[in-house]
């Protein structure tokens, strides 16, 4: 039987009085819509957006205190979300110049999009691939790295001089997950203090250059020039 026939069988309130869907029709678009607001759900979920314990809340361009010298870092973000592209933006300046809060607004505005998103300092992503490398079941690891490739948007935050062990191995980790994900049409924004030639002694020339690609449309690169607003602030 077609599926009318079996509905004014078995479920007739769920057809008006035509003999169209009706009811049903309103079950499918519930069940959809609570499908779709898990989805989201998770996303915000999985986003690992900093606890902050001030007045200023989440962190959007709305919020966003224009200082001297972070135009372009706001003009670059924007584009950064609105194209998709580069695949890589780096962003270098020094602490409170709003590089973090740029970030949070970049994870928040593609989550908004529907797009997936995580923020981690890159001592916290070194640190969560290395327990996983040194899980007892050999597929965790791939399990996670796959879980971070696939990600629509991967912000690294902080990326200076390293404190963690083994420091060739976490060279490796970043410089692969960034190489990766810029050949997939996902997007890495890369934030830190150090200047080209600090960033080569403390990870590396193959990271280096490609964080610094000039001769490509691979990345680009956000001097802030912005003093530390929380020195101004006081």
Request: glycine share 8%; hydrophobic share 40%.
């Amino acid at each position: 039987p077609t599926l009318i026939a079996w509905l004014k069988e078995y479920r007739p309130d769920a057809l008006n009085e035509s003999g169209q869907l009706s009811v049903f029709d309103g079950w499918l678009c519930y069940h959809a819509k609570r499908k779709e607001a898990q989805r989201v759900a998770e996303l915000w979920r999985v986003a690992n957006l900093p606890l902050r314990g001030d007045d200023v809340g989440p962190r959007t361009l709305e919020n966003f205190r224009a200082v001297a010298g972070a135009a372009e870092m706001v003009k670059a973000v924007t584009a950064f979300l609105a194209d998709g592209k580069p695949p890589i933006l780096v962003l270098v300046g020094v602490t409170g110049a709003g590089k973090s809060h740029m970030a949070e607004h970049v994870v928040r505005a593609t989550i908004e999009r529907g797009l997936s998103a995580r923020y981690e300092t890159a001592e916290s992503f070194l640190e969560r691939l290395r327990h996983t490398f040194n899980s007892k079941d050999e597929g965790d690891f791939s399990d996670a790295w796959d879980w971070y490739r696939r990600l629509w948007m991967l912000v690294l935050d902080d990326l200076g001089a390293q404190t963690a062990r083994d420091p060739r191995w976490g060279q490796g980790q970043i410089t692969r997950i960034v190489d990766e994900r810029s050949t997939d049409g996902s997007q890495t924004l890369v934030i830190s203090n150090l200047i080209q030639g600090e960033i080569r002694d403390a990870w590396g020339d193959r990271l280096c250059s490609r964080l610094f690609d000039v001769r490509s449309t691979a990345a680009r690169q956000v001097f802030v020039q912005a003093e530390d607003y929380r020195m101004r602030a006081r």
